[in-house]
Protein backbone atom coordinates (compact mmCIF):
# COMPACT_ATOMS: atom_id res chain seq x y z
CA UNK A 1 0.00 0.00 0.00
CA UNK A 2 3.03 2.38 0.29
CA UNK A 3 4.07 1.60 -2.89
CA UNK A 4 0.66 3.43 -4.23
CA UNK A 5 0.90 6.82 -5.81
CA UNK A 6 -1.62 9.50 -6.77
CA UNK A 7 -1.48 8.59 -10.28
CA UNK A 8 -2.23 4.68 -9.58
CA UNK A 9 -5.59 5.66 -7.27
CA UNK A 10 -6.79 7.66 -10.09
CA UNK A 11 -6.73 5.27 -12.32
CA UNK A 12 -8.99 3.10 -10.69
CA UNK A 13 -12.01 2.79 -11.37
CA UNK A 14 -14.70 5.26 -9.61
CA UNK A 15 -11.56 7.31 -7.85
CA UNK A 16 -12.24 10.80 -8.11
CA UNK A 17 -9.24 13.82 -7.14
CA UNK A 18 -11.12 14.14 -4.11
CA UNK A 19 -11.42 10.52 -3.04
CA UNK A 20 -7.86 9.84 -4.42
CA UNK A 21 -6.61 12.96 -2.34
CA UNK A 22 -8.10 11.44 0.86
CA UNK A 23 -6.69 8.25 0.48
CA UNK A 24 -3.23 9.17 -0.45
CA UNK A 25 -3.17 11.54 2.85
CA UNK A 26 -4.14 8.61 5.01
CA UNK A 27 -1.44 6.81 3.35
CA UNK A 28 0.92 9.57 4.46
CA UNK A 29 -0.26 9.66 7.86
CA UNK A 30 -0.11 6.26 8.40
CA UNK A 31 3.69 6.84 8.12
CA UNK A 32 3.89 8.45 11.45
CA UNK A 33 2.33 5.74 13.40
CA UNK A 34 4.55 4.70 17.01
CA UNK A 35 6.96 2.18 16.81
CA UNK A 36 4.36 0.04 18.89
CA UNK A 37 1.62 0.11 16.25
CA UNK A 38 4.17 -1.04 13.61
CA UNK A 39 5.50 -4.12 15.68
CA UNK A 40 1.82 -5.54 16.66
CA UNK A 41 1.42 -4.64 12.93
CA UNK A 42 3.76 -7.20 11.77
CA UNK A 43 1.56 -9.86 13.28
CA UNK A 44 4.35 -11.75 14.74
CA UNK A 45 2.89 -14.96 17.07
CA UNK A 46 2.13 -14.34 20.10
CA UNK A 47 2.97 -10.33 20.07
CA UNK A 48 -0.22 -8.27 20.90
CA UNK A 49 -0.47 -4.70 21.56
CA UNK A 50 0.62 -4.77 25.16
CA UNK A 51 4.05 -6.42 23.96
CA UNK A 52 4.92 -4.99 21.13
CA UNK A 53 4.84 -1.26 23.53
CA UNK A 54 6.97 -3.19 26.11
CA UNK A 55 9.10 -3.74 22.95
CA UNK A 56 9.27 -0.38 21.48
CA UNK A 57 9.97 1.24 24.84
CA UNK A 58 12.71 -1.46 25.72
CA UNK A 59 14.66 -1.30 22.46
CA UNK A 60 13.49 2.35 21.14
CA UNK A 61 14.04 1.21 17.68
CA UNK A 62 13.18 -1.74 15.07
CA UNK A 63 16.69 -1.96 14.15
CA UNK A 64 17.70 -3.29 17.71
CA UNK A 65 14.59 -5.08 17.90
CA UNK A 66 15.60 -7.28 15.07
CA UNK A 67 18.66 -8.04 15.79
CA UNK A 68 18.10 -8.95 19.24
CA UNK A 69 18.72 -12.81 20.16
CA UNK A 70 16.27 -14.49 22.82
CA UNK A 71 17.55 -13.52 25.90
CA UNK A 72 17.63 -9.92 25.55
CA UNK A 73 14.39 -10.12 24.40
CA UNK A 74 13.51 -12.07 27.85
CA UNK A 75 14.84 -9.06 29.96
CA UNK A 76 11.92 -7.46 28.44
CA UNK A 77 8.65 -6.73 30.90
CA UNK A 78 5.86 -9.25 30.20
CA UNK A 79 8.18 -11.22 27.17
CA UNK A 80 9.26 -15.04 28.41
CA UNK A 81 10.54 -18.17 26.38
CA UNK A 82 7.64 -18.98 23.94
CA UNK A 83 7.39 -15.18 22.53
CA UNK A 84 11.09 -14.37 22.70
CA UNK A 85 11.60 -17.73 20.39
CA UNK A 86 8.54 -16.35 18.11
CA UNK A 87 10.07 -12.83 18.00
CA UNK A 88 13.58 -14.31 16.86
CA UNK A 89 12.01 -16.92 14.39
CA UNK A 90 10.18 -14.12 12.74
CA UNK A 91 12.95 -12.02 11.97
CA UNK A 92 14.78 -15.14 10.97
CA UNK A 93 12.96 -15.36 8.39
CA UNK A 94 14.04 -13.33 4.81
CA UNK A 95 11.04 -12.05 3.72
CA UNK A 96 10.17 -10.72 7.53
CA UNK A 97 13.32 -8.80 7.17
CA UNK A 98 12.74 -7.88 3.50
CA UNK A 99 9.34 -6.44 4.79
CA UNK A 100 10.77 -4.35 7.86
CA UNK A 101 13.20 -2.59 4.98
CA UNK A 102 10.47 -2.11 3.04
CA UNK A 103 8.40 -0.19 5.55
CA UNK A 104 12.02 1.90 6.21
CA UNK A 105 12.06 2.88 2.58
CA UNK A 106 8.49 4.07 2.12
CA UNK A 107 9.19 6.48 4.91
CA UNK A 108 7.60 4.65 8.24
CA UNK A 109 8.92 5.87 11.50
CA UNK A 110 10.64 2.49 12.91
CA UNK A 111 12.09 4.74 16.01
CA UNK A 112 10.00 5.34 18.90
CA UNK A 113 11.11 6.92 22.96
CA UNK A 114 12.93 3.96 24.80
CA UNK A 115 12.17 4.16 28.42
CA UNK A 116 14.70 4.92 30.77
CA UNK A 117 15.67 2.11 32.93
CA UNK A 118 15.82 2.66 36.46
CA UNK A 119 16.20 1.18 39.77
CA UNK A 120 14.33 -0.80 41.59
CA UNK A 121 13.14 2.38 43.71
CA UNK A 122 12.39 4.53 40.61
CA UNK A 123 8.53 5.69 40.66
CA UNK A 124 8.78 4.94 44.25
CA UNK A 125 6.90 7.50 47.06
CA UNK A 126 8.48 7.89 50.28
CA UNK A 127 6.90 8.94 53.01
CA UNK A 128 9.15 10.54 56.33
CA UNK A 129 7.10 11.19 59.55
CA UNK A 130 9.06 12.57 62.78
CA UNK A 131 11.40 14.98 63.40
CA UNK A 132 14.59 16.17 61.92
CA UNK A 133 17.13 16.46 64.13
Keep these: IYKLTKDKLLSLERMGDKS ?22 LGIRFVGERTAQF ?18 LQEVEEVGPRIA ?29 QKERGT ?6 FVLTGTLA
Excluded: C, W
Aim: proline residues 3%; charged residues 40%.
Design 55 to 72: LAEHFGNMEDLVKAGEEE
Design 85 to 113: KSIVEFFAEPKNRELVDELRAAGLTLKGK
Design 20 to 41: AENVFREIENSKKLPLERVIYG
Design 120 to 125: QLADKK
